[in-house]
């Protein structure tokens, strides 16, 4: 899961999709790294710590970092948060076959980022929360 300063969007994205993932026994490994270095070391956005913990979430732990070409080799899909974010990746990736690895986490639509208005942090956690469902239905079946 990435998006810029992996402090708002992304580690929402992670949680979600770790919860999902606990919720439904996938034996899945799951991350979440931003584009930029500002915040490595930090952890999450207060406010998307409180979004999670609205929605019975805990991503008051994680840690940010910052995504490096490795992460083509760590993970079988890499998901962005918005075309820019996915752009930044898309630059890294060493060869078509990471490249292919990278997807918009809701598609066609991109997850805004929340960090200058507070009211949009439990909207952009309801997106993520159904791209995260999405993914869990459209992957499901192939890790049984």
Same mark, same amino acid.
């Given at each position: 899961?990435v998006? +810029?300063g992996?402090?708002?969007r992304s580690?929402?994205? #992670?949680g =979600?999709?770790?919860?999902?993932? /606990?919720? $439904?026994? +996938?034996?899945? !490994?799951?991350?979440?790294? &931003?584009?930029?270095?500002? $915040?490595?070391?930090? &952890?999450?956005d207060?406010?998307?710590?409180?979004? *999670? $913990?609205n929605?019975? %979430? /805990? %991503?008051?732990? !994680?840690?940010?970092?910052? @995504?490096?070409k490795?992460? @083509? /080799? #760590? @993970?079988? +899909?890499?998901?962005v948060?918005d075309?820019?974010?996915y752009a930044?990746?898309?630059?890294?990736?060493?060869?078509?076959e *990471?490249?292919?690895?990278v997807? +918009?986490?809701?598609?066609?639509?991109?997850?805004?980022?929340?960090?200058?208005?507070d009211? !949009? @942090?439990?909207? =952009?956690? #309801?997106m993520? #929360?159904?791209?995260?469902? /999405?993914? =869990?239905? !459209?992957?499901?079946?192939?890790?049984?």
């Amino acid at each position: 899961m990435v998006c +810029l300063g992996n402090i708002c969007r992304s580690p929402l994205a #992670e949680g =979600v999709m770790q919860h999902l993932a /606990d919720k $439904h026994s +996938l034996d899945w !490994q799951i991350d979440s790294a &931003g584009t930029g270095g500002w $915040h490595v070391g930090e &952890g999450p956005d207060r406010r998307s710590v409180r979004a *999670a $913990h609205n929605n019975g %979430i /805990d %991503i008051s732990r !994680q840690i940010c970092r910052k @995504f490096s070409k490795r992460d @083509f /080799d #760590e @993970f079988d +899909l890499i998901f962005v948060m918005d075309k820019s974010n996915y752009a930044d990746v898309l630059a890294m990736a060493p060869n078509q076959e *990471a490249a292919a690895k990278v997807r +918009l986490l809701l598609g066609d639509k991109e997850v805004p980022d929340p960090y200058y208005d507070d009211t !949009q @942090f439990q909207p =952009v956690f #309801e997106m993520i #929360e159904e791209g995260c469902k /999405d993914i =869990v239905k !459209q992957f499901k079946s192939n890790t049984n």
